[in-house]
């Protein structure tokens, strides 16, 4: 019985917000980044062949945008989703955006990220993109960005609501479920462990007494 109501717990979609308005917003359902952001994909990718990139460019540009979406999956989850400030208003703050997750991880409408954070932040990256590199290499870039974000949300949810069988899925989930059950000061990486490796914050595994 305990162990259900344990289960139980970790699955709830409790109130986020009093105002349902807000509320309703805060839950997502996980098809929503794709229907978003893959036709932003799509339309990146054809400006960047429309300013006269060929093939081989599109590609690196995009696994470079890909790169650099690795390393702001990182410490946005290491400084921004863990940033516990000492007030009341922090801590709620903290509580929304991320709090909330850790204590109902199975939440399935709560794994991805909500349209109303998601588009002002690519917003935010596609100027600063614009404004580092120019155009149209910001083009490409900021499409292999988004693919790297969503590969994020939908490992996400995958390692949440299923049992990998590839290798690297397993070590994923399993990094993954540590950050959450056993210690959230590791494990920050969810698509890709490389920078956890990189800034030595892998989780780690419990020695058997």
Not at 128 to 135: C, D, E, R, S
Not at 189 to 196: F, R, T
Request: charged share 20%.
């Amino acid at each position: 019985m305990e162990a259900q109501d344990r289960t139980d717990k970790l699955a709830a979609s409790p109130r986020l917000f009093e105002n349902g308005f807000f509320d309703f917003f805060s839950r997502v359902h996980p098809a929503i980044p794709a229907v978003i952001f893959v036709p932003v994909v799509v339309a990146m990718e054809w400006l960047g062949a429309d300013r006269g990139y060929a093939a081989w460019q599109l590609i690196l540009l995009t696994l470079g945008g890909i790169g650099i979406w690795t390393l702001t999956e990182y410490w946005l989850h290491r400084l921004v989703f863990h940033w516990e400030p000492d007030n009341a208003f922090g801590r709620r703050m903290h509580f929304i955006i991320h709090g909330i997750h850790h204590d109902h991880p199975n939440d399935k409408l709560r794994l991805v990220m909500p349209p109303a954070v998601a588009i002002p932040l690519a917003a935010l990256f596609l100027g600063a993109f614009v404004l580092i590199f120019g155009t149209p290499a910001a083009f490409p870039l900021f499409a292999g960005l988004i693919v790297g974000y969503l590969v994020y949300d939908y490992t996400h949810y995958y390692v949440h609501h299923f049992v990998p069988k590839s290798d690297l899925g397993k070590q994923l989930r399993e990094q993954h479920m540590r950050h959450h059950f056993q210690d959230h000061r590791y494990g920050f990486g969810v698509s890709s462990p490389l920078w956890d490796v990189v800034f030595r914050t892998l989780p780690r595994q419990r020695r058997r007494s």
